[in-house]
């Protein structure tokens, strides 16, 4: 298993089989997925874990599995992924999270984030990192925000329906 980086309370690794059942887990928690689209079913949640793995076989970065050192347990995800659904700045290169409930207000993903952004800008040489949520997203938005992105605006998802409380996006940049 090839560990990426290393913060003060954290791994971000490749990912393994072992994380499927929390991961599959997580994504079918409402709380988690409140501001998706969908949760997700096992099979669906199998196929992203998938495309996860074949993003860091093709590019050589994706999102990271993010474990505590304290305990090596898999508590979700935090990376970097190639966005490119149309808009005026894709194709991108996006820094996204996901973590399990019980983690949450600990700074875990501020913590797992800003180390991505400058393991993105300095290993990898990426110009300008983006993020976007639901605007009705505050917890995210706040770390992005935490992590030093700047808002540049906001949109619509276009993969979201306009009647969708989803669709209106926040958009955050950092350049380097």
């Not at 709380?31 to 996860?52: A, H, T």
């Not at 894709?90 to 393991?119: F, H, M, S």
Request: charged share 30%.
């Amino acid at each position: 298993m090839k560990l990426y980086i290393e913060t003060e309370r954290l791994l971000l690794r490749e990912w393994t089989p072992n994380d499927l059942p929390t991961f599959i887990k997580m994504n079918q928690d409402p709380e988690v997925m409140e501001f998706f689209p969908k949760i997700l079913d096992s099979k669906e949640s199998i196929d992203f874990y998938q495309r996860i793995c074949k993003e860091f076989d093709k590019v050589k970065y994706g999102l990271f599995a993010v474990e505590k050192k304290s305990d090596h347990k898999f508590i979700g995800y935090t990376g970097l992924h190639k966005t490119d659904f149309p808009a005026n700045f894709t194709p991108c290169i996006e820094i996204g999270w996901r973590l399990i409930k019980d983690v949450w207000n600990q700074g875990y993903a501020t913590e797992a984030a800003k180390a991505c952004l400058q393991y993105g800008f300095i290993n990898l040489n990426i110009k300008e990192i983006y993020s976007f949520t639901a605007a009705i997203n505050k917890r995210s938005e706040r770390i992005m925000q935490k992590i030093g992105l700047q808002k540049i605006g906001e949109f619509d998802h276009p993969n979201i329906i306009s009647e969708n409380r989803l669709c209106r996006h926040v958009l955050y940049k950092s350049s380097f």
